[in-house]
């Protein structure tokens, strides 16, 4: 079954992140908590992880893009 994983709200005032990298590609294997990409807010760099294991199956953003909590970022073939 496809998820569309959204970037969860990594902090109280944090509503906006700059996306790194993305630490994981297309067709990569992921397990519940595997970080996905790293972002930086205004005061750390976090890592974004998976909420549920499955296979990669596209990145919607790419690196040093400016995306917003509750963005679509990433579709799962969730197992």
């Known amino acids: 079954m496809?998820?569309?994983v959204k970037l969860p709200r990594l902090g109280d005032t944090?509503?906006?992140v700059h996306v790194l990298e993305w630490?994981?590609?297309?067709g990569d294997v992921?397990?519940?908590g595997d970080p996905?990409?790293?972002?930086?807010?205004?005061?750390?760099t976090v890592?974004?992880?998976?909420p549920v294991?499955?296979?990669?199956a596209e990145c919607l953003v790419t690196a040093g893009q400016d995306i917003a909590t509750g963005d679509p970022v990433a579709?799962?073939?969730a197992d």
Do not use: F, I, N
């Open 2 to 4: 496809k998820m569309t």
């Open 14 to 16: 944090v509503d906006e």
């Open 23 to 26: 630490l994981k590609q297309p």
């Open 30 to 32: 992921v397990a519940v």
């Open 36 to 44: 996905l990409m790293s972002v930086e807010t205004d005061k750390a």
């Open 47 to 50: 890592d974004v992880p998976s």
């Open 53 to 56: 294991a499955g296979t990669l």
């Open 75 to 77: 579709v799962l073939d």
